[in-house]
């Protein structure tokens, strides 16, 4: 049962950061937490540190759904 809801929130987080990454490549504006928004004309350094963010967290995201589904007993 840990291993569902293991699956359930990373599942739910990549989905979160996906849509939030289309959003941002569609826009060319990313919303950063402290420093308000950085459009990829005005602050492109920003912008793409926000977008290589986003693909690492999706990696993370990857590689946790598939060592939960290889390597269950690890979790526990």
């Known amino acids: 049962m ?3 809801n ?3 929130l990373d599942g739910l987080v990549a989905v979160y ?4 990454l289309i959003r941002t490549l569609k826009s060319g504006r990313a919303r950063t937490w402290m420093d308000g928004t950085a459009t990829r004309e005005h602050q492109p ?4 540190r926000y977008v290589y963010g986003g693909w690492a967290v999706l990696a993370l995201c990857a590689i946790g759904f598939f ?3 290889l390597w269950p007993d690890s979790l526990r």
Do not use: I, K
Request: aromatic share 30%; glycine share 0%; proline share 0%.
């Open 2 to 4: 840990r291993n569902v």
């Open 6 to 8: 293991f699956l359930l």
């Open 17 to 20: 950061a996906a849509f939030d």
């Open 45 to 48: 350094e920003r912008f793409w």
């Open 67 to 69: 060592w939960a589904l």
